[in-house]
């Protein structure tokens, strides 16, 4: 018989060692707490301008247009500065091993969903309510957390996504009813 004990050890030890540490260049913290990014690539101001109409469609009725494009924008650019703060390594579920064993200050999902919210928290927010969404809750591999966005007064599964955690500080965002990847369930909000 086979002993599978000694080649998936040193697998898992190459695949911890293999991370890759993530750097966003030109993002820092402004006086006032706010992230900032030197310069936005054509790229990233696509990106943020999509974010954007999706929250403005969240409710057009409601939304405030310049809120959301301060939700669309530090939703990006926060991210960048927390990896770098946290000295984050990809892919996660390394930084994860390194967060857990206390070589890292944080990075985990759960720090991504605090930080999120306390960012978007100072903003005193409007048109906007803040909720906790977990999927797999209770399942330690599995379970996972991030911050859900609503239009005022609207329920939880109205809601779009921002997860930082999933590309190591590479925003996705996606609604609710369209994340294949997560069976988001309510965990705590408005607020």
Same mark, same amino acid.
């Given at each position: 018989?086979?002993?599978?004990?000694?080649?998936?050890?040193? #697998?898992?030890?190459?695949?911890?060692?293999?991370?890759?540490?993530?750097?966003?260049? &030109?993002? +820092? $913290?402004?006086?006032?707490?706010?992230?900032?990014?030197?310069?936005?690539?054509?790229?990233? !101001?696509?990106?943020?301008?999509? $974010?954007? +109409?999706?929250?403005?469609?969240?409710?057009?009725?409601?939304?405030? =247009?310049?809120?959301?494009?301060?939700?669309?924008?530090?939703?990006?650019?926060?991210?960048?500065?927390?990896?770098?703060?946290?000295? $984050?390594?990809?892919?996660?579920?390394?930084? &994860?091993?390194?967060?857990?064993? !206390?070589?890292?200050?944080?990075?985990?999902?759960?720090?991504?969903?605090?930080?999120?919210?306390? !960012?978007? =928290?100072?903003?005193?927010?409007?048109?906007?309510? #803040?909720?906790?969404?977990?999927?797999?809750?209770?399942?330690?591999?599995?379970?996972?957390? +991030? #911050?859900?966005?609503?239009? !005022?007064?609207?329920?939880?599964?109205?809601?779009?996504? $921002?997860?930082?955690?999933?590309?190591?500080?590479?925003?996705?965002?996606?609604?609710?009813?369209?994340? #294949?990847?997560?069976?988001?369930?309510?965990?705590?909000?408005?607020?």
């Amino acid at each position: 018989m086979l002993d599978f004990k000694k080649p998936i050890g040193f #697998l898992l030890i190459l695949f911890m060692v293999s991370g890759c540490a993530v750097k966003y260049d &030109n993002v +820092t $913290l402004t006086n006032e707490g706010n992230p900032s990014l030197q310069q936005l690539t054509p790229k990233m !101001k696509q990106r943020i301008d999509e $974010l954007t +109409t999706a929250l403005i469609a969240l409710d057009p009725t409601i939304i405030d =247009r310049s809120e959301a494009q301060s939700v669309a924008h530090d939703a990006f650019v926060y991210p960048m500065y927390l990896a770098n703060d946290w000295g $984050l390594t990809w892919p996660p579920i390394i930084h &994860n091993t390194l967060r857990n064993s !206390k070589q890292r200050k944080a990075g985990l999902c759960v720090d991504w969903a605090r930080a999120m919210r306390a !960012k978007m =928290r100072t903003k005193n927010l409007k048109t906007f309510d #803040l909720y906790w969404g977990v999927a797999y809750k209770g399942n330690p591999w599995r379970e996972h957390s +991030t #911050l859900i966005v609503t239009a !005022k007064g609207k329920p939880f599964k109205t809601g779009i996504l $921002l997860d930082p955690w999933r590309n190591s500080g590479d925003l996705y965002w996606n609604t609710l009813d369209k994340d #294949l990847q997560y069976p988001w369930k309510y965990f705590e909000g408005p607020g």
